[in-house]
């Protein structure tokens, strides 16, 4: 009678205890974060990069197939947050589909940035599925060039 299956030594018995171990450690350990499903559904939807130049905060945020009058951006400080919706492009019940791997729905982002913008001129447009929010640093943010003058 074996009481360990050993398969010509390529595996050790010790090794498949510890990963196993390791798996249910995982489990547990209460530091999972749900895996995000698409591109609208998650922990970090929509994609969006964020660009500074010396005068300017750039948001550059992936929306394909979003339509402009589905698209809230509000600012309250210096945080930045996208809402919208995503609709399917297709109604149910008017064929068979055979795969569905386009996202819909609601999404929301929501970006801090690291100094305070002027509000009152935030600009943002919506282009091939990217929208571009340009938000002006405050004036006394802004970096300045001191000259000096020689008497």
Same mark, same amino acid.
């Given at each position: 009678? =074996?009481?360990?299956?050993? &398969? !010509?030594?390529?595996?050790? @018995? ?7 171990? %390791?798996?249910? %450690?995982? +489990?547990? =350990? ?5 895996? @995000?499903?698409?591109?609208? &559904?998650?922990?970090?939807? @929509? *994609?969006? =990069? ?12 992936? +929306? ?7 698209? &809230?951006? /509000? +600012?309250?400080? %210096? ?5 919208? &919706?995503? $609709? #399917?492009? /297709? ?11 386009? $996202?819909?729905?609601?999404?929301? #982002?929501? +970006? ?10 935030? =600009? *943002?447009?919506?282009? !091939? ?12 943010? $802004? ?9």
């Amino acid at each position: 009678m =074996d009481l360990l299956h050993w &398969e !010509d030594g390529s595996r050790d @018995p010790f090794q498949e205890f510890e990963a196993l171990q %390791n798996e249910i %450690n995982r +489990l547990f =350990d209460g530091t999972r974060v749900p895996e @995000p499903r698409g591109i609208f &559904e998650g922990t970090i939807s @929509p *994609a969006a =990069d964020v660009i500074e130049s010396p005068s300017t905060f750039e948001v550059l945020c992936d +929306l394909p197939g979003v339509e402009i009058g589905d698209i &809230e951006i /509000s +600012l309250a400080g %210096n945080v930045l947050t996208l809402k919208g &919706e995503k $609709k #399917r492009g /297709s109604e149910p019940g008017q064929g068979h589909s055979y795969r569905e791997e386009m $996202k819909s729905g609601r999404f929301q #982002r929501t +970006l801090q940035l690291p100094l305070p913008v002027d509000g009152a001129k935030v =600009d *943002a447009t919506l282009k !091939d599925g990217v929208l571009r929010v340009v938000l002006p640093k405050q004036e006394e943010h $802004k970096p300045r060039q001191i000259s000096v003058k020689v008497k």
